[in-house]
């Protein structure tokens, strides 16, 4: 005789996400990331200030990725995701470097 499975109707696995028992760890991992992420950036800007050359950097590029970061942080304001807020604040400060690189020795 075939047995039923037991659907997860019970609300348990939702009462979990309710109470942040279950995704706890992940928005810690995700609040990591959104720093860290912006953060790997970091390199470009020292190469570009340091050598005082941008070279090969393209500032169409990271003029769009400014304006996408924007439209990210605003997304984010709207609907108070912290996380998205965070990273977008920092990538902006982060590629608005490296375009004051790129406009002062391009």
Do not use: N
């Not at 348990?12 to 959104?34: C, F, M, Q, S």
């Not at 941008?54 to 500032?59: P, Q, R, T």
């Amino acid at each position: 005789m075939k047995q039923k499975r037991r659907p997860l109707a019970s609300g348990r696995h939702h009462a979990l996400r309710k109470h942040g028992e279950l995704r706890k760890p992940i928005d810690i991992v995700i609040l990591v990331t959104a720093i860290a992420q912006p953060l790997i950036t970091l390199p470009q800007v020292f190469v570009i200030f340091g050598s005082h050359a941008a070279v090969g950097v393209s500032l169409v590029t990271w003029g769009g990725y400014e304006i996408f970061a924007a439209t990210w942080l605003i997304y984010g304001i709207v609907h108070r995701l912290k996380p998205i807020m965070v990273t977008e604040c920092l990538w902006i400060l982060v590629q608005g470097a490296v375009i004051i690189g790129i406009l002062r020795y391009g």
